[in-house]
C-alpha cells in the first residue's frame, strides 16, 4: 500500500499549504507561521524490517511548533542549555507499556503509559538544565478523518505528528501502517518518541530559535533546509535516548531495540523530496547516537558538520 500522505495538500512541494477559511492579514499570518513550522515531514524510504520480516514503506510524521510561543525556554540552538557538555542521560527505567491493540482505547492505553514513562524520564532533564517541564496532551484516532487542529485546520492529510500550538502529540493510528509492522509495537513507541521529542524542543526553547532563523533565513532557503534538517535529526537522537533508557530498565528486548534502530535507517528524504529531513543513513546514525550515548549533548546537531545533518 502506498504510504500516508504527509500533512499538506497534494501538489508542488514549493508551493506553501494553503490555510482554509478567513482571510486577510492574520490568515496570512497564521499561514506563514504554520509553513515555517510545518512541512517537516518525516518521508520514508523503502527498508526491510528484518525482526518482522517485512519490507514496505514507513509512515511518516511531522512536528508542527507553536505559532508565536518562539519566547518558550531558553532562545538558542547549539548553546542551549539542555544541550551543554557532557549533557545529560535518561536513566534507565523499567516502563509497564499497556499491550498494544490497534483498538482505539487499548492504543491510546498504550501511548498513555508510555507518555507517562517519557515524562518520568525527561523531567529530571529539563530541570537540571533549568527549564520547565509540562508534558504534552495526547489524542489518539483510529483515523485523521474529522480532526481538526491548531495546525493542520481541517485537513485530513497528515500522519502523526506533535503541534506546538496546543502542545498536543497527534496519533491517528490509521497512520502508523499496522497491517505491515503488526504487533511490532516498539515501532509505534519510536514513532511516539520521536514526537515527544519534538516537544522537548520546545520547552527548551530550541524549537523557537530554530524557527525564527528559518523565517530570517527563508524558510526553503538551504540555510533555512539545514535547519529543518538539524531540528528533525535530533528529534531522532532523542528517540534513541528514550529508547535507551528504557532498554536499560528491561522495558524493550535487545531484539525490539535492534528493530527500532533498523526502522530508524529506513527513513529520510526520499529522491526528488524536499531535501528537509536528512538521508536515510543520517536518521539512522542519529538515532544511534542517542541509543548508544544516551546524553543530550551529543543529540546537539546544531553544531555538527553540514555533511552529517544533510
Same mark, same amino acid.
Given at each position: 500500500?502506498?504510504?500516508?500522505?504527509?500533512?499538506?495538500?497534494?501538489?508542488?512541494?514549493?508551493?506553501?499549504?494553503?490555510?482554509?477559511?478567513?482571510?486577510?492579514?492574520?490568515?496570512?499570518?497564521?499561514?506563514?507561521?504554520?509553513?515555517?513550522?510545518?512541512?517537516?515531514?518525516?518521508?520514508?524510504?523503502?527498508?526491510?524490517?528484518?525482526?518482522?520480516?517485512?519490507?514496505?514503506?514507513?509512515?511518516?510524521?511531522?512536528?508542527?511548533?507553536?505559532?508565536?510561543? $518562539?519566547? =518558550?525556554?531558553?532562545?538558542?540552538?547549539? /548553546?542551549?542549555?539542555? #544541550? *551543554? !557538555?557532557?549533557?545529560? @542521560?535518561?536513566?534507565?527505567?523499567?516502563?509497564?507499556?499497556?499491550?498494544?491493540?490497534?483498538?482505539? $482505547?487499548? =492504543?491510546?492505553?498504550?501511548?498513555?503509559? /508510555?507518555?507517562?514513562? #517519557? *515524562? !518520568?524520564?525527561?523531567? @529530571?532533564?529539563?530541570?537540571?538544565?533549568?527549564?520547565?517541564?509540562?508534558?504534552?496532551?495526547?489524542?489518539?484516532? =483510529?483515523?485523521?478523518?474529522?480532526?481538526?487542529?491548531?495546525?493542520?485546520?481541517?485537513?485530513?492529510?497528515?500522519?502523526?505528528?506533535?503541534?506546538?500550538?496546543?502542545?498536543?502529540?497527534?496519533?491517528?493510528?490509521?497512520?502508523?501502517?499496522?497491517?505491515?509492522?503488526?504487533?511490532?509495537?516498539?515501532?509505534?513507541?519510536?514513532?511516539?518518541?520521536?514526537?515527544?521529542?519534538?516537544?522537548?524542543?520546545?520547552?527548551?526553547?530550541?524549537?523557537?530559535?530554530?524557527?525564527?532563523?528559518?523565517?530570517?533565513?527563508?524558510?526553503?532557503?538551504?540555510?533555512?533546509?539545514?535547519?529543518?534538517?538539524?531540528?528533525?535529526?535530533?528529534?531522532?537522537?532523542?528517540?534513541?535516548?528514550?529508547?535507551?533508557?528504557?532498554?536499560?530498565?528491561?522495558?524493550?528486548?535487545?531484539?525490539?531495540?535492534?528493530?527500532?534502530?533498523?526502522?530508524?535507517?529506513?527513513?529520510?528524504?526520499?529522491?526528488?523530496?524536499?531535501?528537509?529531513?536528512?538521508?536515510?543513513?543520517?536518521?539512522?546514525?542519529?538515532?544511534?547516537?542517542?541509543?548508544?550515548?544516551?546524553?543530550?549533548?551529543?543529540?546537539?546537531?546544531?553544531?555538527?558538520?553540514?555533511?552529517?545533518?544533510?
Amino acid at each position: 500500500m502506498p504510504p500516508p500522505r504527509p500533512y499538506g495538500p497534494a501538489g508542488p512541494r514549493s508551493a506553501p499549504p494553503r490555510k482554509r477559511g478567513g482571510g486577510g492579514f492574520g490568515a496570512v499570518v497564521v499561514v506563514v507561521l504554520l509553513i515555517v513550522t510545518s512541512g517537516l515531514i518525516r518521508f520514508a524510504v523503502r527498508t526491510g524490517f528484518d525482526a518482522a520480516s517485512h519490507t514496505g514503506e514507513h509512515g511518516n510524521y511531522s512536528y508542527n511548533p507553536p505559532p508565536g510561543k $518562539d519566547s =518558550a525556554g531558553v532562545p538558542e540552538t547549539g /548553546a542551549n542549555p539542555l #544541550l *551543554a !557538555d557532557p549533557g545529560s @542521560p535518561l536513566n534507565p527505567a523499567r516502563c509497564p507499556y499497556t499491550p498494544w491493540s490497534t483498538q482505539v $482505547d487499548a =492504543a491510546r492505553a498504550f501511548f498513555d503509559s /508510555a507518555a507517562a514513562c #517519557l *515524562a !518520568d524520564a525527561w523531567k @529530571p532533564v529539563l530541570e537540571q538544565a533549568k527549564l520547565s517541564f509540562t508534558p504534552p496532551k495526547l489524542v489518539v484516532t =483510529a483515523n485523521t478523518s474529522g480532526i481538526t487542529t491548531p495546525c493542520s485546520g481541517s485537513s485530513s492529510n497528515f500522519a502523526a505528528f506533535y503541534c506546538g500550538a496546543d502542545q498536543t502529540i497527534y496519533m491517528p493510528i490509521s497512520q502508523l501502517q499496522t497491517d505491515m509492522f503488526h504487533d511490532h509495537w516498539e515501532i509505534y513507541l519510536s514513532v511516539f518518541a520521536h514526537e515527544y521529542g519534538h516537544h522537548i524542543q520546545a520547552l527548551s526553547g530550541i524549537l523557537g530559535a530554530a524557527n525564527k532563523q528559518r523565517r530570517q533565513t527563508g524558510l526553503y532557503s538551504d540555510e533555512g533546509l539545514d535547519l529543518s534538517r538539524r531540528i528533525e535529526l535530533q528529534a531522532n537522537c532523542f528517540d534513541g535516548m528514550y529508547f535507551a533508557s528504557s532498554a536499560g530498565g528491561k522495558s524493550l528486548t535487545p531484539v525490539q531495540a535492534q528493530s527500532a534502530r533498523k526502522d530508524a535507517y529506513g527513513r529520510g528524504d526520499s529522491a526528488g523530496d524536499m531535501r528537509s529531513h536528512g538521508t536515510a543513513e543520517h536518521a539512522g546514525d542519529w538515532w544511534s547516537t542517542g541509543f548508544d550515548k544516551n546524553a543530550t549533548a551529543p543529540c546537539n546537531t546544531f553544531i555538527a558538520p553540514s555533511g552529517q545533518v544533510s
